[in-house]
């Protein structure tokens, strides 16, 4: 079975620009998790999708936004880039009460 | 909302020796307690995962202990290896959130040959 797939692996933005970051769960899992990871915060829980509804969210400014298509993929959009934005976002799946099954991640840098 | 804190930051054992990371919640609502092992430039991975009606989980050379009443939980590793080198993290979740991982800031474990 696939494992979780994010594209790109690597981003590199400017200042002000947008950029969407995608994730693909393994099959038949229906939940999405968005975490972004920095040195300074660690892992910090972004939002969840489920069945192409948010459920929960994060405490992170609304520039941060995501979405879920029908077929369980996922995408997060992050609007007017910030220096302190550059992270590893890692998506998440799972499957009913299964533990998270994590992404390699898309390495965002933003210059 | 949740926090989770974890100690050491850093921890050097000699290869055969056990490790201990510990962590302590604060909303005694969480009731699912994962444990996830990074290595260096890869996805964090599940090690092994308690949830509150359980004081004790054992998978091979890995343990998880939950204490409610203390709101700790605990990862032991028994004969370290050098391949356990990695950093660890501890998360916790509670009821009708359990994508909602509270993450620990991670403890580096290094195996020394």
């Known amino acids: 079975k696939a494992g979780v797939t994010q594209t790109p692996r690597y981003l590199i933005k400017t200042r002000g620009q947008q950029v969407t970051l995608s994730c693909s769960p393994i099959?038949?899992?229906?939940?999405v998790s968005w975490y972004q990871q920095t040195p300074g915060q660690g892992l910090q829980f972004l939002f969840e999708?489920?069945?192409?509804?948010?459920?929960n969210k994060g405490n992170f400014p609304g520039r941060f936004s995501g979405r879920q298509f029908s077929n369980s993929r996922s995408e997060m959009n992050v609007s007017t880039l910030e220096l302190g934005d550059s992270a590893l976002y890692l998506c998440a799946s799972s499957a009913g009460d299964s533990p998270l099954h994590f992404g390699n991640g898309t390495r965002l840098t933003v210059t | 909302g949740e926090n989770v804190e974890q100690h050491p930051s850093t921890l050097s054992v000699q290869e055969g020796d056990s490790a201990v990371i510990k962590c302590t919640y604060s909303?005694?609502?969480?009731?699912?307690f994962p444990w996830y092992k990074q290595e260096l430039g890869k996805r964090p991975q599940l090690i092994i995962d308690i949830r509150s009606n359980v004081g004790e989980k054992k998978d091979q050379r890995i343990a998880v202990t939950l204490n409610k009443t203390a709101k700790h939980f605990s990862l032991h590793i028994t004969e370290t290896q050098p391949e356990d080198s990695a950093v660890y993290f501890c998360?916790?979740?509670?009821?009708?959130?359990?994508?909602?991982?509270?993450f620990g800031s991670g403890t580096q474990l290094t195996v020394l040959p």
């Open positions: 999708y489920f069945s192409e509804t948010q459920r």
């Open positions: 998360a916790a979740s509670g009821p009708g959130s359990a994508r909602q991982l509270t």
């Open positions: 909303d005694s609502a969480s009731n699912y």
């Open positions: 099959s038949g899992h229906r939940s």
